[in-house]
């Protein structure tokens, strides 16, 4: 968690850009980067599986107190799907599929 140099970092840079309370007059805590995060990657298709493990937390939390604040945006067709993996630097796709 924040120690208290921290959060008077934090609070400050939110008072600065007049960003303390959300649109529903929450004020925010460094806990609401960590739910923004966890949100815009799974709007952005990114693997539930994934994202719980960058987290540290399970894909059942995530479902339940996350997805279901984004439900209405969420593609259900992106949720769960494994990208494509990408060949990096140096290999050629028939490469990077041959050695998969």
Request: aromatic share 8%.
């Amino acid at each position: 968690m924040f120690g208290l140099v921290q959060r008077e970092l934090f609070n400050a840079v939110l008072e600065e850009l007049d960003l303390k309370k959300d649109r529903e007059g929450n004020a925010r805590t460094a806990y609401s980067l960590r739910h923004t995060y966890i949100c815009l990657r799974l709007m952005e298709g990114a693997d539930i599986y994934q994202v719980a493990k960058n987290c540290r937390t399970s894909v059942e939390m995530i479902e339940k107190y996350y997805a279901s604040h984004i439900k209405n945006t969420l593609d259900a067709a992106a949720i769960n799907v494994r990208k494509p993996v990408r060949p990096r630097a140096g290999r050629t796709a028939a490469n990077a599929t041959a050695n998969a």
